[in-house]
């Protein structure tokens, strides 16, 4: 009985974290519209540039890749 | 009963989905970064930004076919769009119908001359871009989402092979 008072109150808190936890985290669905084909690489290996992307003007931050 | 029986399928109905703005994936590249081969370079082409749409990166690291991490994009705003971009993370629902991650989010400018939204993953830095550029392979513009993100941000030290693709969802309606 001497600890009855905190029990209670300890399994309160975890009710009130789980209820606030369940409001608060987004539970939106999301349905797929579109999907790219999958791009398979190893990164072990070299990946080469796309010969027919100028890829410069797509990342405006990169510098232009060597020929 | 009649009444009864179209009051049950009131409440059985299920709107349909939205399906009319596709938003028209044309393209995806993946290349390790010109400056450092640790770094992986994943770009979609795309003819419209939808903010009603979440894009999403897709990574298979284990050749299964479904995602193992993702970073996911969502854009927010009327006059200037701004773009909200999560960092690599493990998904709780993977496939045709999915879930916002729970994982940080950084904000930044949808613009042409915009500067690289840089998050920080690990204490790696991953940098994306979202805005109009020229078309990369013929004349006009398209709008583009960009990543530049080290390999060990998505990848296990001892893995190399990937599997990308990216994905555009709409909110299911209610």
Redesign the interface.
């Known amino acids: 009985m001497k600890y009855f008072w905190w029990t209670i109150s300890a399994f309160v808190v975890l009710v009130l974290i789980t209820l606030a936890h369940r409001f608060t985290?987004?539970?939106?669905?999301?349905?797929?519209?579109?999907?790219?084909?999958?791009?398979?690489?190893?990164?072990?290996?070299?990946?080469?540039?796309?010969k027919?992307?100028?890829?410069e003007?797509?990342?405006?931050?990169?510098?232009a890749?060597?020929p | 009963m009649t009444l009864l029986v179209l009051l049950l399928s009131l409440l059985s109905f299920q709107p349909s989905l939205a399906l009319a703005s596709s938003p028209q994936i044309t393209d995806v590249l993946v290349f390790t970064n010109p400056e450092d081969e640790q770094r992986l370079i994943v770009a979609a082409t795309l003819t419209t930004l939808d903010p009603a749409t979440l894009y999403q990166f897709n990574f298979d690291t284990n050749r299964d076919g479904i995602e193992d991490r993702v970073v996911q994009v969502t854009l927010h705003g009327d006059a200037q769009l701004e773009a909200s971009v999560s960092v690599p993370s493990i998904p709780e629902r993977t496939g045709t119908t999915i879930q916002a991650v729970k994982a940080d989010r950084v904000n930044g400018a949808v613009s042409t001359h915009a500067s690289p939204i840089v998050l920080s993953e690990r204490g790696k830095s991953i940098r994306a871009f979202v805005g109009l550029r020229k078309n990369p392979r013929a004349d006009g513009t398209l709008q583009a989402l960009v990543l530049d993100l080290p390999l060990s941000a998505i990848l296990a030290e001892h893995k190399s092979d990937l599997d990308i693709w990216v994905s555009a969802y709409q909110q299911e309606s209610r």
């Open positions: 985290v987004d539970k939106t669905i999301y349905t797929q519209l579109e999907r790219s084909p999958a791009q398979h690489i190893d990164t072990a290996k070299r990946l080469e540039l796309p027919d992307a100028n890829l003007t797509v990342f405006p931050y990169l510098p890749p060597q």
